[in-house]
């Protein structure tokens, strides 16, 4: 038996345009500063990994960057058609809306706030399709069957509600609701946490063939490193509020030059 | 001590009830619902000399419109004759002194519960429909105050995955009366519980609809000649209650909306439940002069306008 010889992207630096550009974010409230001149870039196929401790501002850039909050400063724009040359953070609420339902999934790590419970996980993602305008039943279901089949949910569960079903399985549902409507844009908000460990190892197993399949710009929070060490491509540490460190992920989890970033991986490993 | 000489005379009120303020006040929220269709539009819901919920929000529709040149109908499940559309009927008739009357075509103004008339509502009438609840989405949202937002936004998309949920689950759409309703392409309205076999009856109407929710003090409108559809999905429609094999044990008519009368040996029979329609029917068989108007349903079920229910494939004939 001879193998296939595997075919292997030559590597080679990003020319593309960053899908997601946002410079100067800055977030308070009331007198706590909870993001300062935070700026990023992401690539078309791309991860960025946002790691740091608790309170340190990651998961309000990523609420931020959802358009769930209103921003305090910033400019952050999308390379797409409808929206180019446009600073997102001061979208109406309909086209706020709008993109965040056509463009843009999130994974949160508490289900419920991603989910309705009460709802059948079908009914879930079909929800995506009824928010963009699809009122074909047939293809709501087909779309939901397709979506959550690519997120390895077992399909006979389809009409589960997410009350019922596991962590893991929750989180698959998430899943596939951000990535029903093929989005540019994937935010995962810790999103393995809370899961036992080999429950992780196999949703981090399916995050990676989606990475692999779709090629959607992602951006992962996580505190655990060695979640982001296992999708990321880049990885942007934060603290306070600011970003201490920024480089490619082996760079960074390797050879920590701030020294919190040291602390930081010396604490993991 | 009768009634008659417990209550006041008739001067001491002021006409229809309702004081001038009162009066003015309403007729304002009216015009401002016919001019947003579907839309919920709060009023100062007044005390009236019956229990909120017994039909207020209509009766103060009606006082507020009415004149001295008006008829008015008032049914309640079809009936003219139950308690509740004889006492408002009264009521009605001694504020307002107008002429009264079961025969819907004759009606200037019509107030209901949970009916339209079976007899197609003509241009210049008025229908007041008595309405429980007016928020459509409270099974969806139960914060009003959310509910608002998702109105103003048009986010309807919950009602849609509620549709989706009950196809999942039952196979069909569960939702019997109240069946909500798209107004003018962009209001979510609820029809009161109307059943949905009138649903219809309100699209492309040629009469004036006024839904009054006393109780919770909004009022909304859906104007002559606007698109009135039901929610549902591009490829599983709504469907009226099936009124097939069902005949009238008074008239022998069929394909209208019928009561349903428990038998003592288990089985049903049943009775039209407009009563104004089956005093005329009667009236026809007993060979006396009737003029019975067009109907909503002709004798075989179908709707009057072609392509409004698309659910029994009877729309495209």
């Known amino acids: ?25 800055r977030k308070t409230y009331g007198r706590v500063t909870a993001v300062e ?19 340190s501002g990651k998961s309000t850039v990523l609420r931020l960057l959802n358009l769930e909050e209103p921003a305090d400063a910033g400019d952050y724009r999308l390379d797409l058609a409808a929206y180019a040359g446009e600073n997102l953070l001061g979208l109406d609420r309909y086209r706020r809306r709008e993109l965040r339902v056509s463009q843009i999934g999130i994974v949160y790590q508490q289900p419920h706030m991603g989910l309705r419970m009460g709802a059948s996980s079908g009914g879930n993602v079909a929800e995506r399709l009824i928010m963009a305008g699809e009122r074909r039943f047939a293809s709501l279901r087909a779309a939901a069957r397709d979506s959550l089949a690519a997120s390895e949910f077992p399909l006979d569960r389809l009409d589960d509600p997410p009350r019922v079903l596991s962590g893991g399985m929750q989180q698959r549902v998430q899943l596939a609701k951000a990535i029903a409507m093929r989005p540019a844009l994937l935010l995962l908000d810790e999103p393995t946490t809370g899961l036992d460990v080999s429950v992780q190892a196999l949703v981090l197993d399916t995050l990676l063939r989606l990475r692999r399949e779709r090629r959607i710009a992602t951006i992962v929070v996580s505190h655990d490193l060695g979640v982001i060490r296992t999708l990321a491509d880049r990885v ?17 989890l390797d050879d920590p030059q701030h020294p919190y970033t040291q602390q930081l991986v010396h604490a993991k490993l | 001590m009768t009634l008659a000489e417990l209550t006041h005379p008739r001067q001491d009120y002021s006409y229809g009830f309702l004081d001038a303020f009162a009066r003015r006040e309403l007729r304002r929220r009216i015009l401002k619902a016919i001019a947003i269709p579907g839309y919920q539009v709060p ?13 207020t929000g209509g009766l103060q529709a009606t006082l507020s419109v009415a004149g001295p040149q008006d008829v008015v109908k008032v049914i309640d499940q079809g009936a003219d004759d139950s308690v509740n559309a004889a006492n408002l009927r009264r009521f009605i008739a001694r504020m307002t002194g107008v002429e009264t009357t079961t025969d819907t075509a004759r009606a200037t103004i019509i107030q209901s519960r949970h009916r339209v008339p079976e007899e197609r509502l003509a241009e210049g009438q008025l229908l007041v429909l008595q309405v429980p609840d007016p928020e459509p989405l409270r099974a969806v949202q139960p914060d009003s105050s959310q509910a608002r937002e998702m109105h103003a936004d048009a986010d309807y998309a919950q009602m ?14 569960m939702q019997g009366a109240s069946y909500p309703v798209i107004v003018n392409r962009r209001y979510l309205m609820s029809p009161s519980p109307i059943p949905r076999w009138d649903t219809p009856a309100l699209h492309q109407s040629a009469h004036l609809t006024i839904l009054s929710a006393g109780r919770e003090k909004r009022l909304y409108a859906v104007p002559p000649y606007t698109d009135v559809r039901p929610i549902e999905f591009d490829d599983v429609f709504f469907q009226v209650e099936d009124q097939a094999g069902r005949v009238c044990m008074i008239t022998g008519a069929a394909q209208k909306f019928m009561d349903e009368l428990p038998q003592p040996g288990g089985g049903s029979r049943f009775r039209i439940s407009d009563t104004g329609y089956v005093e005329k029917l009667l009236a026809a068989a007993r060979g006396e002069p009737t003029a019975i108007g067009p109907t909503y349903y002709d004798d075989q079920g179908r709707f009057w306008m072609p392509g409004v229910i698309r659910g029994r494939g009877d729309g495209d004939s």
């Open chain 1, 1 to 25: 038996m001879t193998l296939e010889p595997r075919t292997f992207d030559p590597p080679r630096l990003s020319d593309g345009r960053p899908l997601l550009t946002a410079r100067e974010l």
């Open chain 1, 37 to 55: 001149g935070v700026s990023l870039e992401v690539y078309p196929g791309e991860t960025l990994g946002i790691v740091g401790e608790s309170g």
């Open chain 1, 236 to 252: 942007m540490v934060m603290r306070g509020g600011h970003v201490v460190e920024h480089g490619l992920a082996d760079q960074v």
């Open chain 2, 43 to 55: 009023y100062a819901s007044r005390e009236l000399p019956i229990a909120r919920g017994w039909g």
């Open chain 2, 160 to 173: 849609w995955l509620s549709l989706y949920e009950q196809l999942v689950r039952f196979g069909r759409f």
